[in-house]
């Protein structure tokens, strides 16, 4: 008899290890993973509330600066574009005592909110005048971008210096 019971407590022993496995399988590994996804989930949440909180915050602000960005982007039409843009190279080469030996403007057609007007402009001068003149680019309220900065020596000893510079300016194309 003994022998048949053990038979019987080995079949219930296998039969549990079994329902273990299955249940393990089916039941407590999803259960598991949907958990872990809920967790990440619910952090992804409050990540974007508190980044939502801080926007609202900051509502004033950004709008202000918005909006000085947005008086700020070169006029409507195109030649004034161009023509502010080369007022502007005047005045910094004024403010700068730097020397301007050539200004190219081109349009870029970048897409139907935007466009933007890039300058080429060549100059000349002393290392203290084109950090002047790059200072005042830098400075300016316009919504200007400078693209490339190219500084070559002029002389043997450094003291002239040729500057290559792209600079881009944003102009927003008015919505109907």
């Given at each position: 008899?003994?022998?048949?019971?053990?038979?019987?407590?080995?079949?219930?022993?296998?039969?549990?290890?079994?329902?273990?496995?299955?249940?393990?399988?089916?039941?407590?590994?999803?259960?598991?993973?949907?958990?872990?996804?809920?967790?990440?989930?619910?952090?992804?949440?409050?990540k974007?509330?508190?980044?939502?909180?801080?926007?609202?915050?900051r509502?004033?602000?950004?709008?202000?600066?918005?909006?000085?960005?947005?008086?700020?982007?070169l006029?409507?039409?195109?030649?004034?574009?161009?023509?502010?843009?080369?007022?502007?190279?005047?005045?910094?080469?004024?403010?700068?005592?730097?020397?301007?030996?050539?200004?190219?403007?081109?349009?870029?057609?970048?897409?139907?909110?935007?466009?933007?007007?890039?300058?080429?402009?060549?100059?000349?001068?002393?290392?203290?005048?084109?950090?002047?003149?790059?200072?005042?680019?830098?400075k300016?309220?316009?919504?200007?971008?400078i693209?490339?900065?190219?500084?070559?020596?002029?002389?043997?000893?450094?003291?002239?210096?040729?500057?290559?510079?792209?600079?881009?300016?944003l102009?927003?194309?008015?919505?109907?």
């Amino acid at each position: 008899m003994q022998i048949n019971n053990r038979q019987q407590m080995l079949a219930i022993v296998a039969a549990a290890g079994v329902a273990l496995l299955v249940a393990d399988r089916l039941v407590i590994t999803p259960l598991k993973d949907a958990w872990k996804a809920r967790t990440a989930q619910i952090v992804e949440l409050r990540k974007a509330v508190t980044q939502g909180a801080q926007l609202r915050e900051r509502e004033r602000h950004i709008r202000s600066r918005w909006d000085s960005m947005n008086t700020n982007t070169l006029p409507d039409n195109v030649s004034a574009a161009e023509n502010e843009m080369l007022r502007a190279f005047e005045r910094w080469s004024q403010e700068s005592r730097i020397s301007i030996a050539s200004i190219k403007p081109q349009r870029k057609p970048a897409d139907e909110d935007y466009m933007t007007v890039e300058c080429r402009a060549d100059a000349f001068g002393s290392l203290q005048a084109i950090t002047r003149f790059l200072y005042e680019i830098e400075k300016d309220p316009l919504a200007l971008k400078i693209e490339s900065v190219e500084i070559n020596a002029r002389d043997n000893n450094g003291q002239q210096l040729s500057l290559g510079l792209q600079v881009s300016g944003l102009r927003l194309n008015p919505k109907p």
